[in-house]
């Protein structure tokens, strides 16, 4: 009696596989057979009959404007030579520490966790319009201090003041440096850190 059973059991199984392998072979020819046709069809630069033909484009469709149809053109610095000038100057009384030009006051500090919903929106927004001339950082790229460039008119010194208060709030040192009387660069160091030197190596 097992025995008749396990051959019965052998015997599906066998049947089940076979069914299996045969609609496997049927599908893997169907799709041969498309494939076929699909190559055909592009070879001789028409579809096959029995795949549906592309829609005529519309003659009044407006033509899609793409990026490399604008004009650009490459600027000759990154940095203008004012900025260009105090980099360098930041470089060399700085050689251990990382410089970064004109970054914004987002790159640099981040709404408070009190802050949710439109009120962070908003607070992001007014972080990436404002702009930090120059951050130093360690090798480690910690921010050790941002340096701003004096306020020349009203309006100037208005944005300085909202971007100081937001530096101020995130505990960074500020550094302001009047582009027509830049420091020698052996002074560099000791402007950055003030009174609080970094630790040695």
């Not at 299996?20 to 055909?40: F, P, T, V």
């Not at 009203?154 to 009047?178: F, H, K, P, W, Y």
Request: aromatic residues 6%; charged residues 25%.
């Amino acid at each position: 009696m097992w025995f008749f059973v396990a051959g019965l059991w052998i015997v599906m199984v066998a049947a089940i596989f076979w069914a299996y392998g045969r609609k496997r072979k049927q599908a893997l020819s169907a799709r041969a057979k498309e494939l076929e046709a699909l190559i055909s069809g592009a070879k001789g630069g028409a579809l096959p009959p029995d795949l549906p033909q592309a829609a005529a484009p519309v003659s009044d469709a407006k033509p899609v404007v793409t990026v490399a149809a604008e004009k650009y053109s490459k600027k000759l610095r990154l940095l203008e030579k004012a900025d260009a000038l105090l980099y360098l100057l930041l470089r060399s009384g700085l050689p251990d520490h990382e410089i970064f030009a004109r970054l914004s006051l987002l790159d640099v500090v981040e709404p408070g966790a009190s802050l949710h919903g439109f009120e962070r929106e908003q607070s992001v927004r007014r972080l990436s319009q404002s702009m930090v001339d120059f951050v130093v950082c360690n090798k480690q790229l910690e921010i050790v201090a941002a340096v701003l460039y004096a306020a020349t008119d009203a309006s100037t010194a208005e944005m300085r003041r909202a971007t100081e208060t937001c530096l101020r709030a995130a505990g960074i040192r500020i550094v302001t440096i009047d582009p027509a009387a830049l420091p020698r660069h052996h002074q560099v160091r000791a402007l950055i850190y003030g009174d609080d030197p970094p630790s040695a190596a």
